[in-house]
C-alpha cells in the first residue's frame, strides 16, 4: 500500500528565508508526485507534479521540489519564502498507470515571520 | 479559467437533519472524488466516480452517506441523518482519467452539525 510521510507538523520561516518541506513516500514502483497548499478557508491548489523525466519540477509560485528515487523524497523548496505562503501544505502519492486514489500526507503548517 | 464548484460553502444543521452538497466538476473532467477534512483525521477518501458511475466508495460511512452522479455536471454527497461527528470539511475534486491524473479541488463545504 502507498503511504505519504510528512514528518514536521509546523516550520516557522522569516520572510525572505529559503524553505524545504518534506515528503517521503512508500510506493512499490515510480508514483506520481504532487503538492498541494490549502490557505485557511480555501480548498487545495495543485502547486506542482511529478510524473516522469526531469526530477527537478518547477511549479506556481516560485516552487520546486526535486524526486530522489533513492531517499524515496519529494521535498518542497523555495528560495525566498513570502508572507503570502504562510499556509497548509500537502505532499501526495498516486499509482503510475493511473487509478486515481490519491494517498496525502498528514501536512505540514508553514507560519512566516515578518 | 475553470474551477470546481461545491455548493452551500457553508452549512448549519441540527442532528437527525438531512444535508445534501453539490459539485460541479471541471467541464470534461470524467472523475470526480469527494474528501472529507477534519483535524483528527486529516484528508479521508470518501468516495470517487468515474464517468459517473462510482468505483469506490469503501471510506464512506454506508448506513448514512450516499453519493451520486445524477449527470457529468453534478455530483451530491448526502448524509440522512446528519450527526455531529460528520461535523467537517467535504471537499469535491475532479480530473480526467488517462493515466497522468491530475485532482483539482473545489473550495469545500464546511459543515457542522450541532
Known amino acids: 500500500a502507498q503511504s505519504v510521510t510528512q514528518p514536521d507538523i509546523h516550520i516557522t520561516v522569516s520572510e525572505g528565508a529559503s524553505l524545504e518541506l518534506r515528503c517521503n513516500y512508500s510506493?512499490?514502483?515510480?508514483?506520481?508526485l504532487f503538492w498541494y497548499v490549502q490557505s485557511p478557508g480555501q480548498g487545495l491548489q495543485l502547486l506542482l507534479k511529478?510524473?516522469?523525466?526531469?526530477?527537478l519540477v518547477q511549479g506556481i509560485k516560485g516552487f520546486e521540489a526535486e524526486f530522489k528515487r533513492s531517499q524515496s523524497s519529494f521535498n518542497l523548496r523555495k528560495p525566498s519564502v513570502h508572507w503570502s505562503d504562510a499556509a497548509e501544505y500537502f505532499c501526495?502519492?498516486?499509482?503510475?498507470?493511473?487509478?486515481?486514489?490519491?494517498?496525502f500526507g498528514t501536512g505540514t503548517q508553514l507560519k512566516v515571520e515578518l | 479559467d475553470a474551477r470546481v464548484t461545491q455548493t452551500p460553502r457553508h452549512k448549519v444543521t441540527e442532528m437527525g437533519q438531512e444535508v445534501t452538497m453539490r459539485c460541479q466538476p471541471i467541464?470534461?473532467?470524467?472523475?470526480v472524488f469527494w474528501y472529507r477534512q477534519t483535524m483528527m483525521q486529516g484528508l479521508e477518501l470518501l468516495a470517487y466516480?468515474?464517468?459517473?458511475?462510482?468505483?469506490?466508495d469503501s471510506g464512506m460511512p454506508k448506513d448514512r452517506f450516499s453519493a451520486e452522479m445524477p449527470d457529468a455536471t453534478l455530483a451530491t454527497l448526502k448524509i440522512q441523518p446528519s450527526e455531529p461527528r460528520d461535523s467537517a470539511v467535504y471537499f469535491c475534486?475532479?480530473?480526467?482519467?488517462?493515466?497522468?491524473?491530475?485532482?483539482?479541488f473545489g473550495p469545500g463545504t464546511r459543515l457542522l452539525v450541532l
Open positions: 510506493y512499490g514502483a515510480t508514483p506520481y
Open positions: 466516480f468515474r464517468n459517473r458511475a462510482p468505483l469506490d
Open positions: 475534486a475532479s480530473g480526467s482519467s488517462g493515466g497522468r491524473e491530475t485532482q483539482y
Open positions: 511529478y510524473f516522469s523525466g526531469d526530477t
Open positions: 467541464l470534461g473532467h470524467n472523475t
Open positions: 501526495a502519492v498516486g499509482p503510475t498507470g493511473g487509478g486515481n486514489k490519491l494517498t
